[in-house]
């Protein structure tokens, strides 16, 4: 019962914005001059997916988003994950711009490498854009394929426990 939510637009501006309504923070950004911000940025997320789809020669005109989520940061959840595939999908929904989910993770994970500092897999890029309800996703890395297993929790339940402990690949 955890997720992201965004909503995306094109604008006839002369720069991109994105709104991290949790965080009650704008930044504002020209596609021609993307870089990243200072390291710990959420801002980076953003602009890494875009870097990346640029880096494809894929192009994309100037756009607003704005985005909640209820995922906690740093729990080992995904958040970044899902808030990179969230900006890719609505990037590729309202330019046409042909990816697969299988590119979209790809420039979510390049993102991470790239912008956030972060060398990591591409375990929770896959498991946010192709999980399944009540269904377990085994994917093997190497090939990148992966097979929902459907799972049926009506006499189990799975709980979810905030340790407190905070979970940062950037750390590894």
Same mark, same amino acid.
């Given at each position: 019962?955890?997720?992201?939510?965004?909503?995306?637009?094109?604008?006839?501006?002369?720069?991109?914005?994105?709104?991290?309504?949790?965080?009650?923070?704008?930044?504002?950004?020209?596609?021609?001059?993307?870089?990243?911000?200072?390291?710990? +940025?959420?801002?980076?997320?953003?602009?890494?997916?875009?870097?990346? /789809?640029?880096? %494809?020669?894929?192009v994309i005109g100037n756009f607003n988003i704005v985005f909640k989520?209820?995922?906690?940061?740093?729990?080992?959840?995904? +958040?970044?994950?899902?808030?990179?595939? +969230?900006?890719?999908?609505?990037?590729?929904? /309202?330019?046409?711009?042909?990816?697969?989910?299988?590119?979209? /993770?790809?420039?979510?994970?390049?993102?991470?490498?790239?912008?956030?500092?972060?060398?990591?897999g591409i375990m929770d890029q896959y498991a946010s854009m192709f999980?399944?309800?009540?269904?377990?996703?085994?994917?093997?890395? %190497?090939? /990148?394929?992966?097979?929902?297993?459907?799972?049926?929790?009506?006499h189990h339940q799975l709980i979810l426990i905030n340790t407190n402990?905070?979970?940062?690949?950037?750390? +590894?």
């Open positions: 019962n955890k997720g992201i939510y965004a909503a995306i637009q094109k604008t006839n501006a002369n720069t991109s914005s994105a709104y991290a309504l949790d965080k009650d923070s704008l930044v504002s950004f020209n596609l021609d001059t993307i870089k990243p911000l200072k390291e710990g +940025s959420w801002e980076n997320y953003i602009l890494g997916v875009v870097a990346e /789809i640029k880096n %494809r020669n894929k989520g209820d995922i906690p940061g740093g729990a080992g959840m995904s +958040s970044s994950a899902a808030l990179e595939n +969230s900006v890719v999908f609505g990037l590729n929904e /309202i330019f046409n711009l042909g990816l697969s989910k299988e590119e979209m /993770i790809f420039i979510s994970q390049k993102a991470e490498h790239n912008y956030v500092g972060v060398n990591c999980g399944v309800k009540d269904n377990a996703l085994l994917l093997d890395c %190497r090939t /990148i394929k992966a097979k929902p297993f459907k799972i049926d929790f009506k402990v905070k979970h940062s690949l950037s750390d +590894s």
